[in-house]
């Protein structure tokens, strides 16, 4: 294997739970750039797709990699045995089960018209499953790993920061924080003053100039 | 619902042994590129090629059967469910088909920029009209994407091949200048390539 390429086995990865379903984090165990990818995996009757619409712009196409999903987009109902495709626009209400053990759904997102640019809920939901598990370091390690992807998203700074508090880190945790308010400061404030995963910080004085 | 199984995907065979199933073009998508590819008579499932130009990342998923992925130099053999993340565009890849029922999903853009369509989608889309000696329909195709990649090299060149051999050398002679002036590569091809043995010898030529 070579720094160049990587082979991932959807069976054997990581995974995370993500709105009631089972996520199989691509995008961020690749660190793939040009698109969403991820893979969503259940047994019979089980949630793949949390029912959801995307925002304005954004297209996804589904493939049912193995077994078969039952698909429902708008009101309207559709078996999908392996080897399906499904694309659907923004603004569309849709959702997918299990009709087969072992099923795996893969998905492709992006926005017409703009550059990729990830969110980062894909990590942060394998972050929060092995926050669940009290796997904290694996957790810290795979907000980190976002960060390092999107050094510019004052959003994956502002997680990182989070999960040093949560993890007793003060000082790793203002790093952190005070990098997401330079990049962001009208986005990160309201988390600064809401987000009860800092209240370990707030007694600290370095926290007064998060607020201002 | 905007639905499709592999099965019923256009079934486009490429003179390099593989069979190219659009979905991009199937469906519409703007967003980012997709494709899906079967085996073709010579068992090629996935062309060996480089991103060097494009720069694109890919991922190529298999979605059934089995494949032997060869990438950058390294061979190795999927199954359904796995997938190989090419992140260099130096890289040579290809994949050939171990079952008969193989089938790969590619997926592919240039980091940090917007998804564009690319040229060679038209040129194969192209392909089956030109093969059937449809070449008015072959060229409407490349027109099709002249208007969504205006000024494009590749298109141009394209476009001026099916001209010349369709007999309209005005037309050829002024695309193929087009595309010689904004990449020398094509005034370098235009030279030997057969399709402008019939505009040749005409003093408008690019040499």
């Not at chain 1, 959801?52 to 429902?72: I, K, M, S």
């Not at chain 2, 195709?141 to 099916?162: F, H, I, R, S, T």
Request: charged share 25%; with cysteine.
């Amino acid at each position: 294997m070579s720094d160049g390429y990587e082979i991932l086995t959807l069976d054997e990865a990581e995974t995370g739970r993500h709105r009631g379903s089972t996520l199989i984090p691509v995008r961020h165990l690749l660190g793939f750039r040009p698109a969403g990818v991820n893979a969503w995996k259940a047994d019979t009757g089980g949630q793949l797709i949390p029912p959801h619409e995307e925002d304005g712009g954004n297209e996804e196409l589904y493939a049912v990699v193995r077994g078969r999903a039952t698909f429902t987009v708008g009101d309207e109902e559709a078996d999908a045995p392996a080897g399906t495709l499904v694309f659907l626009p923004a603004e569309v209400f849709r959702t997918a089960v299990a009709a087969e053990d072992g099923t795996i759904v893969f998905v492709v997102g992006g926005t017409v018209g703009a550059a990729f640019h990830s969110s980062g809920w894909d990590s942060l939901a394998l972050a929060e499953t092995y926050r669940q598990a009290g796997r904290l370091d694996e957790g810290r390690r795979a907000v980190e790993q976002l960060v390092a992807q999107y050094p510019g998203y004052w959003g994956a700074a502002y997680n990182a920061g989070r999960w040093e508090a949560l993890a007793g880190n003060p000082d790793g945790a203002f790093e952190y924080l005070r990098r997401a308010k330079e990049l962001n400061p009208v986005e990160a404030g309201p988390f600064f003053r809401e987000d009860g995963d800092l209240d370990p910080l707030r007694d600290d004085p370095r926290f007064d100039e998060l607020l201002t | 619902m905007n639905l499709v199984h592999i099965d019923e995907l256009d079934k486009i065979e490429m003179p390099e042994g593989f069979t190219w199933r659009p979905v991009r073009r199937r469906f519409g998508i703007r967003a980012f590129g997709t494709n899906a590819y079967t085996p073709g008579s010579s068992g090629q499932v996935v062309e060996e090629h480089t991103e060097g130009q494009l720069e694109h990342e890919e991922i190529y998923l298999v979605l059934r059967g089995r494949v032997r992925f060869t990438i950058g130099g390294d061979e190795h053999e999927l199954g359904q469910g796995q997938l190989v993340f090419v992140r260099d565009p130096s890289l040579k890849r290809g994949g050939v088909a171990l079952t008969d029922d193989a089938a790969v999903l590619a997926i592919g853009g240039k980091p940090g920029q917007a998804h564009e369509i690319s040229a060679w989608e038209y040129v194969f889309a192209a392909m089956p009209y030109i093969d059937a000696g449809d070449l008015d329909e072959a060229e409407r195709v490349m027109q099709e994407g002249l208007e969504e990649k205006p000024g494009d090299p590749a298109m141009l060149y394209n476009l001026a091949c099916l001209e010349a051999r369709a007999g309209k050398p005005d037309a050829a002679l002024d695309h193929l200048t087009a595309a010689a002036d904004a990449h020398e590569r094509f005034r370098t091809a235009a030279q030997t390539d057969e399709d402008f043995a019939s505009i040749r010898d005409d003093p408008r030529f690019p040499s």
